[in-house]
């Protein structure tokens, strides 16, 4: 999801530029009318496959021994939270093979302890894949932060989704008026939303275990989706941790 932008008009011109030749599925040069993406909406089913079957190709050349690798199954070392705008990908973001990066991703990353999809996804990857980071990564001109920052309707179960997003603008309201520009302010409202899922896995019991014993670490990242660069967020000091830090033995009330 993304803002109105000159984006549609700065895209037809890429295209009109750029040469447009591909191999098609019969292996002969043809005019690639969505240059320089690899399908379209207009793409067939054989479309897909074939391009499929072309970059698996390309890995095997590349890198021949990834795939009977990941027939023996999976050992990633991170666990990427992030949005599902088609912009970002993390294993492209990264330079990351398959077999590296256990993904989250939904609309402009939300993480909230009511979600069971999220806090399955989290326990699973800290308990049993015993992944050594996270990665929360918002990006900027994302769809949903925009969306929060109206007080438009999105209409059905998304402003339900959003309304995560809407109480972290509450919470900042005054900071966020402060900030003129739209567009700094929407970024400075992607970074409050990446950390305000960073607070909610800093709660999550599983992380606070695996952490307790330095056997995990956590990241903010923003990705700038007009240079393909990523950078850190600081994170916020731990006022709270001890509160959540749960055992099983006897205790007194912690003041």
Known sequence: MSAPSTATQNLKNLKAAAPQSVVGADHAPHVNPNYPFTLSKNSSLGDYLQANRLNTEKLNKSHPEILPLSGQGQQ????????????????????????EIFTLRNIANVISSTDISSMSALQFAIEVLKVKKIIVCGHTDCGGVWASLSNKKAGGVLDTWLSAVRHVRAQHLDELREIEDINDKCRRLVELNI?????????????????????????????????????????????????????????????
């Open 195 to 255: 950390l305000n899922s960073i607070n909610t896995i800093k709660k999550n019991p599983s992380f606070v275990e695996y952490h307790a014993r330095g056997d995990i670490e956590l990241y903010a990242l923003i990705y700038d989706v007009k240079t393909g660069y990523l950078n850190e967020i600081p994170l916020e000091d731990d006022t709270y941790a001890e509160v959540f830090h749960l055992h099983d033995n006897d205790g007194e009330p912690v003041h």
């Open 76 to 99: 990633p070392h991170t666990l990427w939270i992030g949005c599902s705008d088609s912009r970002i990908n993390e294993c492209q973001a990264l330079g990351c093979l398959p077999g």
